[in-house]
């Protein structure tokens, strides 16, 4: 510890730039030169003070041991200004020196502030006492007091000294009459102690030791632990807390006392405990104690207690930290944007009455159809109850005993058929209810708005890291989930059932609750509208690449540097979360704010980052491996620091949503999609094809499926919170992530010209997908070419990102899964 500590001081001075060294010393110089000066001054003044005016003249001796340069230094300072407050000034000049050679053994702006206050009072108190004789006020101080004695008079003159004096102590020593008491008893105690100590040992003293033994036994039982350091030699020992009122006893003495932390009995026995005349108090009890032995004294037959104090080691980090704290507070992360406010809910639109209605004749017509049907196919119910949610009624029926589940699965085709409604979705059993669900959509379904969510009292007071409120359950219950826990979240859904209203719902969840300076998002937005309307908030939320001029990502190419970025971010974060010996960003961003992490060492208090990907089919399609390696590879890390995804997608194939992708991800969301594959795809079971779109989604969270209503936003509603936002007072910039100086021009990816591509690019393109076959061999035989030029359509397919890279004796790998996705693909490359 000693050792790093001058490694550490070395390595410091190392650093420092010479200049800085060179002022230091000089710096030290003249605070020496000063204060011998001063000292001399005082000591000669008189004598040289008939020599004032007479510098220029060497044959004139100064009596000052620095000659008359420290004559002059005396004159000015001592007595032409200060008085003997003029040693303040080396003083002072020592402590810049320490300040610029970065030695700091003082608080700078507590040392001067202190310094100043004395270079003002000291003088006028010594002019005030001295009436000016000597130099011990100086000019200034005499003349100052002189002037306030004839305004307010001698007695309005100490009144000022002292209360000056009695507001510093007070302001500075934060003395509270409280404090002052605890501090005179502490003094009359110890002066009482020391008294008696130095009493003569008389036959009262022989019974207080009796006393003392009756004492000692009766709390025997409760002193619980031992004193660390038990000298060799006879300590003088003081009593506990517990018998401090016999504190005089004078005839107990220890002799050989060694004690182990644990002893066996029969080793205690060596240890023998006598009490006799000798004794002068028992041991202190000041800290926690660890071990207790009971030791029975052989010589007395007395039951006594030895406890060892083991000195608490405080750690140095913790009392640096304490020290901190209480000179400036806890860090405040939002002190750079304090007058940040966050958004209200007026500025999201009040739908009207959002109360579920009843329609009785809906619920009863319902009600017999399931009924009627069930009983045509021979399944009896006991007993049916219906809950009426945003968007489906959920009717819960109890087969009879005898019933087969699988019996009435089998059967929900025939129940949509019967009541003539999409979006049926069977719950076989109800899980945790023993009963079957029968999901029925409502025909007039009740819109659950962004504003009734945020506003309620479950969003308001939760104290989740990054709440998320999706909407409200079948049972009409507000849905939330925390984003930190998720940790990622998967969306999809097919075009237009309400996937870009979720994602905003996430979003302005998460403006609602969070300071700027707790969260950044990083945003990529592929189809180029979907997220625009936060820019106006890119210098208080988003997050951005140093050369990067807007922090939305909408070009592809850019996508690959953002993400390798966030893996450097992810990989610094680590390493500071490692040298902090903290687990996760919350303990880290905790043990930050209790200044117990250096920033100069690095630290910093990290905001969450999310990543928002809307479109992620785009992004594979075009990039492949180089976005979905970085993706999982966030996916798989990232959690503990802070950094968490969104990413959406409109096609929820497997090729998209690959098994690395999904495996990442257990928290998913499905909006409405065309096939059940597709379902199967995100959340490994259909239903999601039952949905009945506009935000009617199934949420899964890696244990269980739960149909939800996701809340509604409206882009105004969006671009008003974002104006609101974007209109306070921001950072200089958006939160600049790592540089990545990208390995992209390499990649075959990066070099694809689309003016360069073969006019037989798109047709070979179009053989390839639809074969799912990507070889040149074949394109030779379709496009009856030759060797060399198919090879060259190959190269451009691998660079457009349609196939992937040379794979030995196997085929090249197909990116794109069909034709429709190819033609969007090429649209894309048109762009
Ligand atoms: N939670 C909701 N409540 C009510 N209506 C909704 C909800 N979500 C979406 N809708 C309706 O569905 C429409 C389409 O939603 P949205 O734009 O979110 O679809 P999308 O899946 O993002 O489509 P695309 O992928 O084409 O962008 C909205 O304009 C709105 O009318």
């Known amino acids: 510890m000693e050792k790093s500590k001058t490694t550490n001081t070395n390595d410091q001075t190392k650093i420092l730039p010479k200049s800085r060294i060179v002022t230091g010393i000089l710096l030290f110089c003249i605070a020496g030169m000063m204060t011998i000066a001063f000292v001399s001054y005082l000591m000669n003044w008189k004598a040289d003070q008939s020599q004032a005016g007479t510098m220029g003249d ?179 020992i003081k009593v506990t807390e517990d018998i401090q009122p016999i504190a005089t006893p004078n005839k107990t003495t220890f002799e050989s006392i060694e004690t182990p932390p644990v002893m066996p009995e029969k080793d205690l026995e060596a240890v023998s405990i006598k009490l006799d005349n000798d004794f002068t108090a028992p041991p202190v009890v000041e800290k926690p104690v660890t071990t207790t032995q009971n030791i029975t004294s052989n010589t007395e037959d007395i039951a006594f207690n030895i406890e060892v104090n083991q000195e608490e080691q405080l750690d140095p980090t913790e009392v640096k930290s304490q020290e901190l704290v209480k000179e400036y507070g806890l860090y405040d992360h939002r002190l750079e944007l304090a007058k940040f406010q966050m958004p209200s809910f007026d500025l999201l639109k009040d739908y009207g009455n959002e109360e579920i209605t009843i329609n009785k004749d809906e619920l009863e017509e319902n009600k017999n159809k399931i009924v009627g049907l069930l009983k045509n196919f021979n399944v009896g119910i006991s007993e049916i109850k219906a809950t009426i949610g945003p968007t489906v009624t959920l009717y819960e029926i109890v087969p009879e005993a005898g019933i087969r589940v699988a019996q009435i699965k089998k059967l929900q085709d025939d129940i949509a058929l019967n ?154 974060r680590y390493e500071l979360l490692k040298n902090a010996f903290c687990k996760n960003l919350k303990e880290y961003n905790k043990k930050f704010t209790e200044r117990k992490l250096n920033p100069e060492n690095g630290h910093r208090y990290l905001p969450y980052i999310v990543l928002v990907v809307d479109e992620f089919a785009d992004l594979i399609m075009t990039a492949g491996k180089e976005v979905e390696v970085p993706i999982a590879r966030l996916a798989q890390l990232a959690r503990a620091i802070g950094i968490h995804l969104i990413v959406a997608t409109q096609r929820p194939s497997v090729n998209v949503i690959t098994g690395m992708i999904k495996a990442n991800f257990p928290a998913r969301v499905a909006f409405r999609v065309i096939q059940n594959t597709d379902s199967r795809t995100i959340l490994d079971s259909t239903g999601a094809e039952q949905l009945v779109g506009k935000g ?136």
């Not at 004159?75 to 008085?83: A, K, Q, R």
């Not at 270079?119 to 100086?138: N, R």
């Not at 660079?799 to 996705?821: C, H, T, W, Y």
């Open 58 to 236: 060497r044959h004139i001796k100064s009596s000052n041991v620095l000659g008359k340069i420290g004559d002059w230094l005396g004159n000015l300072f001592i007595f032409d200004s200060i008085g003997v407050a003029a040693f303040i000034i080396p003083f002072l000049l020592m402590v810049f020196g320490f300040i610029i050679l970065k030695k700091n053994y003082f608080k700078p702006w507590k040392t001067i502030s202190h310094s100043l206050f004395f270079i003002c009072w000291l003088p006028i108190f010594l002019g005030a006492v001295t009436k000016g004789d000597g130099v011990w006020s100086g000019v200034y101080g005499y003349q100052i007091m002189d002037y306030l004695k004839a305004y307010v008079g001698s007695v309005g003159l100490w009144l000022i000294i002292l209360v000056s004096i009695l507001l510093y102590f007070v302001l500075e020593f934060n003395l509270r009459p409280s404090s002052i008491r605890n501090k005179f008893n502490e003094i009359n105690d110890n002066t009482i102690g020391k008294l008696k100590e130095m009493m003569p040992k008389s036959e009262e003293n022989f019974e207080a030791d009796e006393e003392l033994e009756d004492e000692l036994e009766k709390h025997h039982e409760e002193v619980a632990s031992e004193k660390t350091e038990i000298p060799t030699e006879l300590p003088k």
């Open 419 to 572: 009541l003539s409604a999409l979006g049926i979705r069977i719950i076989a059993p109800m899980p945790g209810k023993g009963t079957i669900g029968i999901e029925v959509p409502r025909k007039n379904p009740t819109m659950v708005s962004m504003r009734s969510v945020i506003a309620s009292n479950k969003f308001q007071t939760s104290d989740m890291d990054l709440p998320v409120v999706f909407g409200k359950t079948i049972s009409n219950e507000i849905f939330m989930a925390d984003l930190a826990k998720m940790p990622h979240l998967l969306m999809a859904g097919a075009t237009g059932q309400g996937k870009s209203v979720g994602i905003n719902a996430i979003l302005t969840s998460l403006l609602y609750k969070k300071h700027p300076s707790e969260l950044k998002f990083v945003m990529v937005d592929p189809k180029k509208v979907e997220l625009s309307l936060y820019s106006k908030i890119e210098r208080h939320y988003l997050a951005k690449l140093p050369d990067a001029e807007d922090a939305i990502i909408t070009d592809n190419n850019k996508v690959i540097n953002t993400l390798n970025s966030l893996c450097i971010e992810m990989d610094n």
């Open 696 to 831: 009617d989604m199934l949420y899964f969270n890696g244990n269980e499926l739960t149909r939800l209503q996701c809340a509604f936003v409206d882009t105004p509603e969006v671009e008003k919170i974002a104006d609101f936002i974007g209109e306070q007072k921001a950072y200089s910039d958006a939160y600049i992530l790592p540089e990545y100086s990208g390995e992209e021009t390499s990649s075959a990816f990066g070099s694809f010209d689309p003016n360069e591509k073969d006019q037989l690019f798109e047709e070979a393109a179009k053989i390839i997908v639809s074969s799912q076959q990507g070889s040149t061999s074949m394109l030779q035989r379709h496009l009856k070419l030759g060797y060399n030029r198919a090879g060259r359509i190959i190269d451009q397919l691998e660079a457009s990102g349609i196939i992937g890279g040379f794979n030995g004796a196997k085929a090249r790998e197909v990116m794109i899964p069909d034709l429709q996705s190819l033609e969007q693909f090429l649209d894309n490359l048109k762009k």
